[in-house]
C-alpha cells in the first residue's frame, strides 16, 4: 500500500491497523508497528487505528484511554476508526460526540471513521469523518441499495467493503460502489475470515480501477 501510495497520491483513502489481536492497546509500542507508522507518514498514507466500541458496551472513557494510548505510541496516526457502532442516534451526545470531541483535541482534522453497516443512520454524519455503509459479501451487494439519505453528501464520507468478489466480477463491484455513493471501496476475493488478514489478490487491478476513475 505505501508504494502505491508513493506512486499514485490519493488512490488509497487510508490504511487500518490493529497492533493488538484483541484491538486493545499493548503495554508499550510495537517496533513493527512503529515502524510501519513512519514508513506511511513518510508516505502521505493516512493510518488509523481500529478500536472495537462494541454497540458501546465499552465504556467511552476506556475508548478515550485506548485513544490515548494509541496516539502516544503512534503520533502520527491521522485517527481512529471505530468498530461496532450503534445505530441510535440517542446515544450521540454522551459517548460518540464525546470521541469525536477527545480526537479533535489530540490532533486537528482526524478521520474518525465509524462502521456501521447498511443500516447506518445519518444523525452521525456531525460526529464522523466517513461512515462504512457496506461491509459484507458479494452475494449480497448485488441487491445492495445505499440509503437515500447519503446522496446529500460527498462521496468520499462513505466506504464499501465487499469480500468474496471473484476476479471476473472486480470491475462491476468498483463501479457499482461509485454508483451507490461511495468515495472508498475496498474489494478481496477472501472471505470473511481472511478479508483483512492480506491483501486480495488482483489488489494491482483495484488500484489501476482507482487510477483509471
Known amino acids: 500500500m505505501i508504494k502505491v501510495q508513493i506512486q499514485h497520491p490519493g488512490v488509497i483513502g487510508c490504511a487500518v491497523f490493529c497492533p493488538i489481536e484483541r484491538g486493545e492497546p499493548g503495554p508499550s509500542p510495537d517496533p513493527r508497528y512503529v515502524a510501519l507508522a513512519s514508513r506511511a507518514a513518510a508516505a502521505n498514507l ?15 472513557n476506556t475508548i478515550l484511554d485506548e485513544i490515548d494510548t494509541y496516539y502516544t505510541s503512534y503520533p502520527s496516526l491521522s485517527g481512529i ?14 459517548y460518540y460526540q464525546v470521541i469525536w470531541d477527545h480526537v479533535h483535541k489530540i490532533r486537528s482534522n ?47 464520507r462513505f466506504w464499501h467493503t465487499v469480500f468474496d468478489v471473484p476476479a471476473l466480477a472486480l470491475p462491476y463491484v468498483y463501479q457499482r460502489s461509485v454508483a451507490q455513493g461511495a468515495g472508498h471501496v475496498y474489494i478481496s476475493n477472501e472471505d470473511i475470515v481472511d478479508v483483512y488478514n492480506s491483501l486480495p489478490s488482483y489488489f494491482d487491478k483495484l488500484v489501476s480501477l482507482a487510477v483509471d476513475d
Not at 493516512?46 to 458496551?57: A, G, Q
Not at 476508526?81 to 454522551?94: A, G, K, T
Open 46 to 60: 493516512p493510518l488509523v487505528v481500529w478500536i472495537n466500541s462494541n454497540e458501546m458496551t465499552v465504556p467511552v
Open 81 to 94: 476508526y471505530l468498530e461496532i457502532v450503534d445505530m441510535s442516534c440517542d446515544f450521540i451526545p454522551p
Open 110 to 156: 482526524p478521520m474518525v471513521i465509524f462502521n456501521m453497516g447498511p443500516l447506518a443512520t445519518e444523525c452521525h454524519m456531525n460526529v464522523s469523518t466517513m461512515i462504512v455503509t457496506y461491509e459484507g459479501e458479494f452475494a449480497d451487494y448485488v441487491s445492495y441499495v445505499a440509503p437515500a439519505w447519503t446522496k446529500k453528501y460527498d462521496p468520499h
